[in-house]
């Protein structure tokens, strides 16, 4: 099956520790992003990467960091610095061929700070 | 400039209604405009979307009425059902800043049967 695996599911951090989700895709696409969400707030960028070994910051990118060594993998660390990292996280990809090029989205990471 | 607002924040239709959740934008910028819907627990599902040189795009209970002049989209679901019950959120994307999407703030339906 094509599509989009995030891992893991539930996450725990204690504070002061960096945290990594994982973002997988099998959909050959070149472009991956990072959204959190938190309730009320909608879908906030985080990181994004058109291509590998680049990416941008996006509105929220204090306290993360990113990578893109491979087209398939986009993990996102949550450092020490992110002083408020509790949040459902979603990763996503698009094709972006500049048509009505859909974003798929995984299932999401909840993170919780212990 | 890049805020997308949305409104309601929640909304309660019975079975059989019509829900109605609108959108507004300010860039210019924006070609292109998804629907997302999110169940509890669930990664967001495109549901339907619209290009700005488009009115109107309907795919089965569910249409996109686009204003362009106005700046302000809206999702019309026709004929509600319990199992719409979900978090909808509109989008709008930037093309020439990678695609990133724009999201507004969502609204939680509940159709109530």
């Known amino acids: 099956d094509g599509g989009i695996t995030q891992s893991p599911k539930y996450l725990f951090r204690k504070e002061g520790q960096n945290v990594t989700l994982s973002c997988e895709q099998n959909?050959?696409?070149?472009?991956m992003y990072w959204y959190r969400q938190d309730p009320g707030q909608g879908l906030r960028l985080i990181y994004y990467?058109?291509?590998?070994?680049?990416?941008q910051k996006g509105d929220i990118a204090e306290g993360y960091s990113v990578s893109r060594e491979k087209k398939e993998s986009f993990p996102l660390t949550v450092t020490s610095a992110q002083k408020n990292p509790t949040a459902f996280y979603l990763c996503?990809?698009?094709?972006?061929?500049?048509?009505?090029?859909?974003?798929?989205f995984g299932q999401g990471t909840r993170l919780t700070v212990v | 400039q890049q805020q997308v607002k949305q409104s309601p924040q929640s909304l309660i239709v019975q079975k059989g209604g019509i829900s109605i959740i609108n959108c507004a934008y300010e860039?210019?910028?924006?070609?292109?405009f998804p629907w997302y819907q999110q169940f509890p627990g669930k990664g967001p599902a495109l549901l339907i979307a619209?290009?700005?040189?488009?009115s109107e795009k309907k795919e089965g209970r569910f249409t996109i009425s686009f204003n362009k002049s106005a700046k302000q989209f809206s999702l019309h679901i026709m004929d509600s059902q319990p199992g719409d019950s979900a978090t909808y959120f509109c989008?709008?994307?930037?093309?020439?800043?990678?695609?990133?999407?724009?999201f507004g703030q969502g609204t939680e339906l509940s159709v109530k049967p």
């Open positions: 996503a990809s698009s094709d972006h061929s500049g048509g009505e090029d859909e974003a798929f």
């Open positions: 959909l050959n696409h070149d472009a």
């Open positions: 990467s058109q291509i590998v070994n680049d990416f």
């Open positions: 860039n210019t910028a924006f070609d292109y």
């Open positions: 619209i290009r700005p040189d488009v």
């Open positions: 989008a709008a994307r930037i093309y020439n800043q990678g695609g990133k999407l724009i």
